[in-house]
């Protein structure tokens, strides 16, 4: 199945809309979260902040420190509330699994 062109969204989000299957996950399912979102076209630089996220979540299996994303990728520490509307909405377009109650909390 190609996450990009799916017809049912249940097959692909949780009932908090996050990604079911992180291995399904592409920038273009990315993009496609980001246009129902309001956010609009991405730039490269979300893009890779995206990228990071998801590396540093495999890495550890775990939320991971905000602004260590933003120290990679060389910028100020408040980088993703810069160019997403809150942490949360960077981990859904990030496709990662639903970090449960306590995590959702810290993205907010």
């Not at 993009?31 to 590396?55: K, P, V, Y």
Request: charged fraction near 20%.
């Amino acid at each position: 199945m190609n996450p990009t062109t799916a017809k049912d969204p249940s097959t692909l989000f949780d009932r908090d809309g996050f990604v079911i299957n992180p291995e399904q996950w592409d920038i273009a399912l990315a993009q496609r979260i980001a246009n129902s979102e309001g956010l609009g076209e991405m730039d490269a630089l979300q893009q890779q902040l995206l990228l990071t996220l998801r590396e540093e979540f495999h890495k550890f299996g775990a939320v991971t420190a905000l602004s260590h994303i933003c120290h990679l990728n060389g910028l100020d520490a408040d980088c993703l509330h810069q160019r997403f509307r809150s942490p949360r909405q960077a981990w859904r377009i990030a496709g990662l699994p639903n970090p449960g109650e306590e995590a959702k909390a810290y993205l907010a």
